[in-house]
């Protein structure tokens, strides 16, 4: 089955640096990889989600970069807020007819200093 | 529109008793997945559910199973309970082939 790598497990950055957390997955089938973040208490919400059929794709201060050749994607956030601080998870499925069997990775705390 | 409920948000069982966890999606999603979320293991996929039909099934042991009724709504159940089960079980809906909208989960601690 899938298997989905997340690096790193933890990682600190400075209000207004950049953040990057890499995934790689081994399932060449795969061609669905969304990225949640999930506060505490909370259940994961998707921020951005990248199909097999792009490279890039950006929404404000967030993208994501698809390498399928090498099997690995990113997450980038840019211009760091405090209220980024959570932990990020990556994923990945063969969509087929559905998205609901996601494979994740095992998760990033993102902690932004003020 | 209201998000995913699930109820009971927290509970306590003992080892040996079972557990039914309850799963309201979004109006008008008819596609409704569980999974298993410990700081050991990560999320863990149990089950898919659409129009009432289990889609795919993650590798758990046969003492987790779940339904979905004609409305949507969804209930696993976990018979035979283990320390080991003590986890956060979230569920999520979406529409056939889009974005998986996840509710607060229910936190299950087996004593």
């Known amino acids: 089955g899938e298997n989905v790598e997340q690096h790193p497990s933890t990682l600190s950055v400075q209000e207004g640096d950049s953040a990057v957390i890499k995934c790689t997955y081994s399932?060449?089938?795969?061609?669905?990889f969304p990225w949640y973040k999930q506060e505490l208490g909370k259940g994961p919400q998707l921020i951005i989600d990248?199909?097999?059929?792009?490279g890039e794709k950006k929404d404000q201060r967030i993208a994501v970069t698809l390498n399928k050749t090498a099997k690995h994607f990113s997450l980038h956030i840019t211009e760091t807020q405090p209220e980024d601080s959570a932990v990020y998870f990556c994923?990945?499925?063969?969509?087929?007819?559905?998205?609901?069997?996601?494979?994740f990775g095992q998760g990033t705390i993102l902690t932004v200093h003020p | 529109k209201a998000g995913v409920t699930q109820t009971p948000r927290y509970l306590i069982k003992t080892r040996g008793q079972q557990v039914t966890l309850s799963c309201s999606p979004i109006?008008?999603?008819?596609?409704v997945s569980w999974y298993q979320q410990t700081p050991g293991q990560g999320l863990q996929f149990l089950f898919e559910?659409?129009?009432?039909?289990?889609?795919n099934k993650g590798n758990f042991p046969g003492r987790f199973s779940g339904r979905q009724f004609s409305n949507s709504r969804s209930e696993m159940n976990v018979s035979t309970l283990e320390l080991g089960d003590s986890a956060l079980y979230l569920c999520?809906?979406?529409?056939?082939?889009?974005?998986?909208?996840f509710g607060e989960g229910s936190r299950l601690t087996v004593l």
């Open positions: 399932d060449s089938a795969s061609n669905y």
């Open positions: 999520a809906s979406s529409l056939a082939t889009g974005e998986l909208f």
């Open positions: 559910y659409f129009s009432e039909t289990q889609r």
């Open positions: 994923a990945a499925a063969w969509g087929g007819t559905s998205y609901g069997k996601l494979t």
């Open positions: 990248i199909r097999s059929n792009v």
């Open positions: 109006s008008g999603h008819r596609s």
